[in-house]
């Protein structure tokens, strides 16, 4: 058993600091320079974003498990991982605007956004081509989400400052916040081989 | 884009190229603009993916698009992309295998791109065959374009070669390769775009 918790707990680093999504696998790259303009909107996107991953990457992994391998219809992942996440978002749009309202309004707008993001649809077909167990699975779409939420919060508070700051006309905008991405993605880089899985 | 006037194949083709560069003007489908381009090979196998699913994509939504319901057409859509996507993952694992076990899931993530989606929307679901197979190559095209300069840029800088063959011998800079590198590359490359588009093509043609 502890050594099951060893293994979940280097997972979820490894997904999120290491193996960050943004800064070293290149995911959710629209969403991340759309969203990151105000803190505010980034911290909604990303509690959104990780509760919808974790949610996603549990009902992925018994449709994946109990359905298409029986059935031997892995080739068609892509088709069946995007209807469940399409679903899902759906879902949990209708069930929160019931149950929630208040969050619905404060949340709703970021759930329309993901249903054809790719970070979301990454993380079961990562789970799926890695052979995650369940709880592995959920720690991966754990780990992915607070490493999305990381790289949000960082990038809105340096573009709030951004702001003010004197920018060459050419990169205004959208340049910038890549350099400056590329910059936060340097100092990530010191994390690789941190943990080796 | 306005419907009402008659628009020309070769106008359509050099729209998705230089006005709407889905990379360096609309800033879109960036994740493997950055993920694969770390060399010239696998960029330009990637610009090839994803010229070939948006035109198939157009070319099958134009021809359904009068049997589609619109209330359900974004699923139907949906459906359609990643059909198109699967063949193309399959087909990239059967004849280039090495490039499919470095850049697979960025091939099948071509599902989730806004661009496609949004070029069956605003365009395949109302025009016909010809022009949307225009549409699609052309920007595919400048996908395609985008994302083989900016690994040649990354590949020369990075490694020193081009398409595997070293031709420089002077000390490559690491970090081109590096994650960090893809996006200074992207970077300098929109900034540049932009000026370039400032300074000799906007002043001549207005922007619609």
Redesign the interface.
């Known amino acids: 058993m502890k050594m099951d918790f060893t293994k979940l707990f280097e997972l979820i680093i490894a997904a999120s600091i290491i193996n960050n999504f943004v ?8 969403i991340f ?1 759309g969203v990151s303009k105000r803190m505010e909107t980034a911290v909604g996107m990303s509690i959104t974003f990780t509760s919808v991953m974790m949610v996603s990457a549990s009902v992925s992994w018994f449709v994946f498990n109990y359905l298409m391998i029986p059935l031997d219809i892995t ?2 992942k ?2 069946i991982f ?2 469940i996440v ?1 679903a899902l978002v759906q879902a949990s749009d209708t069930i929160m605007r019931k149950v929630a309202p208040d969050l619905y309004y404060k949340l709703g707008i970021y759930l329309a956004l993901i249903s ?3 970070i979301i ?2 993380v079961p ?2 789970n799926a ?1 890695e052979h995650y167990s369940f709880l592995e699975s959920i720690a991966f779409g754990f780990g992915s989400g607070i490493g999305f939420a990381l790289a949000l919060i960082i990038m809105a508070s340096i573009r709030e400052k951004l702001e003010l700051a004197d920018v ?4 205004r905008g ?6 400056v ?3 936060i ?2 100092a ?2 010191g994390f690789s081989g941190l943990i080796t899985i | 884009m306005s419907q009402q006037k008659k628009i020309s194949y070769k106008e359509l083709f050099l729209n998705g190229i230089v006005k709407e560069n889905t990379i360096f003007k609309l ?6 603009a ?2 694969v381009t770390s060399s010239l090979r696998n960029g330009f196998l990637m610009g090839v993916a994803v010229m070939f699913v948006q035109v198939m994509v157009n070319i099958t939504i134009s021809l359904m698009r009068s049997f589609i319901h619109p209330r359900i057409r974004l ?1 139907i859509f ?2 359609v992309i ?2 198109w ?2 063949i193309t ?2 087909s990239m694992a059967a004849f280039a295998p090495d490039a499919y076990k470095q850049m697979g ?1 960025y091939i ?2 071509i ?4 661009s496609i ?1 949004a070029r069956a929307e605003m365009f395949a679901s109302k025009n016909n065959v010809m022009p949307s197979m225009f549409d699609g190559l052309g920007m595919g095209i400048g996908f395609m374009f985008a994302l083989t300069v900016i690994s040649f840029f990354r590949e020369l800088l990075g490694k020193g070669a081009l398409w595997g063959v070293s031709i420089l011998n002077a000390k490559p800079l690491l ?1 081109m390769v ?7 590359a ?3 490359l ?3 775009f ?2 370039i588009d ?1 300074r000799y093509i906007s002043s001549t043609t207005t922007h619609h």
């Not at chain 1, 060459?168 to 990169?171: E, I, K, L, S, V």
């Not at chain 2, 590096?178 to 200074?184: E, K, M, N, T």
């Open positions: 800064f070293t696998r290149f995911l959710g790259l629209c320079f080739f068609l892509i088709i995007i209807g399409a054809t993001n790719c649809l990454a077909l990562i081509g060459p006309a050419p990169f959208m340049p910038i916040a890549f350099v991405t590329g910059l993605a340097l990530f880089t | 800033a879109l489908s960036l994740c493997p950055i993920a699923p949906m459906l990643s059909g996507v699967t993952d399959m899931l099948q993530l599902v989730a791109f806004a989606l970090i590096l994650p960090a590198g893809g996006f200074f992207v970077g300098i929109m900034a540049l932009n000026w400032k």
